[in-house]
């Protein structure tokens, strides 16, 4: 069994109930969740202890939103993800941990400006790059996904994107990403097993965060419908940026 402190434990019961709320209601609090658990435990670490938990919440969502998927979206996206999860496992197998720490923060920063600046990127340059029927823009989509969901399962800021570039309405957006979610992370656990980083240690503590994870999952269903949706994510892409530069800054501010 894993042994943590007093504060470990409160920020693992934070993540997991995070972790609900981001499989049905805003999928961009993967950013936050991945920033806050690097805090407690080392990032490859981490990588490895919330697969679990995330697939538990797919689970979850898939069940509940099994109705509302749009599997053509899903399998043009398909063979350009397994082509980013190849890179990102060569990632994980050649960095260490400092490394993919600095990675991580970065990488995560980048995907905040790329969420803070999608309404323009919709509004301005649609016609050009995120039609439906741009090929690129579904290979470089599915190529980003792979490589984010490998290294740092940070993929629900790209597949926002690619969702709301196909104009899906909101149950459907959430049900095709959450069959995404399940589909990629049911393939990273033989490659994450195979790195060492899930153990049988961090499965058990998997199993006691699930309860946790399913109360989330229950409440981003019920809190989606009251909460002002741009106002939820704005706070949650400012505590995003908090956590990735203090994964660039370790020393710069305690969180």
């Known amino acids: 069994m894993i042994d943590l402190g007093l504060f470990e434990w409160i920020v693992s019961i934070i993540v997991g109930i995070l972790i609900g709320v981001s499989k049905t209601a805003i999928a961009t609090l993967g950013i936050f969740n991945v920033a806050f658990l690097a805090q407690v435990f080392s990032v490859k670490e981490s990588v490895g202890i919330m697969l679990p938990m995330l697939i538990a919440g797919d689970i979850f969502a898939v069940i ?25 496992f060569f990632v994980l197998w050649k960095v260490n941990s400092e490394q ?7 990488l995560i920063l980048l995907l905040i400006i790329l969420q803070a600046g999608k309404e323009f990127i919709n509004s301005k340059i ?8 741009s090929k690129w823009f579904t290979y470089s989509m599915g190529i980003l996904a792979g490589f984010a969901t490998m290294i740092g399962n940070v993929s629900g800021v790209i597949m926002s994107i690619y969702l709301m570039a196909k104009g899906l309405p909101k149950k459907e957006f959430i049900g095709t ?9 049911v393939i990273k656990v033989p490659f994450y ?6 153990t049988g240690e961090s499965f058990t ?7 946790l994870i399913l109360i989330g999952a229950y409440a981003g269903i019920v809190v989606l419908k009251y909460i002002p949706q741009k106002l ?6 400012v505590l995003g940026t908090i956590g990735a530069i203090k994964l660039i800054f370790p020393d710069l501010f305690l969180l």
């Open 64 to 88: 509940y939103f099994r109705r509302s998927v749009v599997w053509p979206h899903l399998f043009s996206l398909l063979p350009w993800v397994l082509t980013g999860l190849i890179a990102g």
């Open 126 to 133: 649609d016609q050009h790059l995120l039609n439906s029927n």
């Open 100 to 106: 993919l720490t600095l990675l991580l923060g970065v």
């Open 205 to 211: 503590f998997n199993l006691m965060m699930v309860p």
């Open 177 to 185: 990403g959450a069959w995404f979610y399940l589909f990629v992370n």
């Open 193 to 198: 097993m195979g790195l060492g980083i899930i």
């Open 232 to 237: 939820f994510h704005r706070i949650i892409l």
